[in-house]
């Protein structure tokens, strides 16, 4: 394999201008338990590689590389990995694949990339509300200002960092296999996500720091087949210059598009809000945060009273700390969804009320998933798991408490312990008959003794107890190898 790898950075040399530093990952991974499922930790925020069923495995291997140009402040990043396993989306896929160009603090980043939530902590959080690392990566163009820049005149106390990308959606085939005849799939979708944050303060001086911004994506264009899971209806939905712009300022859609389209906003939109206060402290750091999402534009503002469409956090980092490194606290609740009543204007009744808002759900393009698994909180149950061949989302009025915690109580070992409790209602177009309650836990060590060489073995229990999922149970083994080396001196 190394000589697989070898030949690829030889052949690959010249494109990449002599990079400075690459690297190897070598990754086989297994699972397995009993239940209908695997455990919900065991398939959740890992980027959409994991199968969902009760036995899964996969080998993945991939190469990277990192180019700085010192003297002009640009920069070339580039990576790709393809994983190869049973019982997964698909038996051989690119998970990554990219191209990231820097200058100065700007990044242009070119395919597909694995990416996490705005402000929550990967490992030990339920996620971001809009895009959390839950599924596959969307292959996409994606300008970014990726760190916070800081405002010139402002004595460091002001910064700004931000995105915008247009990509399009690759999950058409798996939809194909996946969706049952008649009912609702779509084709060549496009793919559109837009950021913008503000951060306060300057922890050198002062420890205190806030950062507020607003987060949103959004589908549109393609061909849904089968349009609301009617036989042989087709909602052709156009992909003009046009339409990216009204991705970008989400508007109204006009008489090419759908007439529900026409009457709220083109494609399906799903934003946040969200906000974070940190203390930076020598050797901790304690950090708030607040995400609240909303459909389109009905509740992006208080239309309606108060948000109660949110994710609620705290975190506490120990820089310091050995058997505790981090531990998080979450509170997330969707249940209410701006209200039970939905009404457009009409000329008999003039007063229009945008609550039902059905979150991550839409009549168009049946929700906002990628290859079965929600792109937002896993919380929010994937169609995936769907038994009736269709790709609607079946639970989006969720509350649910989560506690996430890691430590390392020696250098060669680690640990994570993960235990969320839901609530869920269903929708309310499909009230569930009784609240089905969830309880899903993980408890993970990796083992990184010297004797492995680079190797890193990590070893998990999970299991669910309750009636969304029903009880399942598993273990999984994961081994990793990295290996980090100067390209230049081999190309001597």
Not at 34 to 46: L, M, Q
Not at 311 to 319: A, H, S, T
Not at 402 to 429: D, F, K, M, Q
Request: with cysteine; aromatic share 14%.
């Amino acid at each position: 394999m190394s000589r697989i790898f070898l030949l690829i950075l030889f052949l690959v040399a010249p494109v990449i201008a002599g990079a400075q530093t690459m690297s190897e990952r070598y990754e086989f991974s297994g699972m397995a338990g009993g239940g209908d499922y695997a455990p919900f930790w065991h398939t959740s925020n890992r980027q959409g590689v994991n199968g969902y069923g009760n036995e899964s495995c996969y080998t993945r291997i991939g190469l990277a590389g990192e180019h700085i140009f010192s003297n002009r402040g640009v920069s070339l990043e580039w990576g790709a990995d393809v994983v190869v396993g049973s019982d997964l989306t698909s038996t051989v896929f690119v998970q990554q694949g990219f191209v990231d160009l820097g200058w100065k603090m700007w990044k242009l980043s070119l395919g597909q990339k694995e990416r996490w939530g705005a402000v929550q902590n990967p490992r030990l959080s339920t996620g971001g509300l809009v895009e959390s690392g839950n599924a596959r990566p969307v292959p996409q163009v994606r300008i970014e200002l990726p760190e916070y820049w800081t405002i010139p005149g402002t004595g460091k106390w002001l910064g700004i960092k931000g995105h915008l990308a247009y990509g399009w959606f690759t999950d058409e085939n798996w939809q194909k296999d996946f969706v049952q005849a008649g009912k609702a799939r779509t084709v060549g979708v496009r793919y559109h996500s837009k950021s913008g944050f503000l951060r306060f303060g300057n922890e050198n001086k002062f420890p205190l720091t806030a950062e507020i911004g607003l987060y949103m994506v959004a589908q549109f264009g393609g061909t849904t087949y089968n349009h609301l899971n009617e036989p042989g209806a087709v909602s052709n939905n156009p992909t003009r210059f046009k339409d990216y712009i009204m991705a970008l300022i989400p508007l109204k859609g006009d008489s090419e598009t759908n007439s529900i389209e026409q009457a709220n906003v083109a494609g399906n939109v799903v934003g946040s809000w969200l906000g974070a206060v940190t203390w930076n402290a020598d050797n901790w750091k304690l950090r708030g945060y607040y995400e609240h999402v909303f459909d389109d534009h009905s509740q992006m503002f208080w239309e309606y009273g108060l948000w109660t469409e949110q994710l609620v956090g705290i975190e506490l980092q120990l820089e310091k700390g050995s058997w505790l490194k981090g531990i998080v606290l979450e509170y997330f609740n969707l249940k209410n969804q701006s209200g039970p009543v939905y009404h457009d204007t009409t000329s008999e009744i003039p007063d229009q009320i945008s609550a039902r808002d059905n979150n991550y759900w839409h009549h168009t393009y049946n929700g906002w998933f990628n290859y079965g698994r929600m792109i937002g909180t896993p919380l929010v149950t994937s169609p995936v798991y769907n038994t009736d061949g269709t790709v609607d989302v079946y639970n989006n009025r969720v509350e649910a408490f989560h506690i996430g915690l890691e430590g390392a109580p020696c250098e060669w070992l680690g640990y994570r312990v993960l235990y969320s409790r839901s609530n869920n209602w269903g929708t309310y177009r499909k009230p569930f008959k009784d609240i089905k309650v969830n309880r899903s836990a993980l408890v993970e060590l990796t083992f990184t003794p010297e004797f492995l060489h680079n190797w890193s073995v990590t070893t998990s229990f999970a299991f669910d107890k309750g009636d969304l999922y029903g009880d399942n149970c598993g273990g999984m083994v994961t081994f990793i190898r990295k290996i980090g080396f100067d390209l230049s001196s081999l190309l001597k």
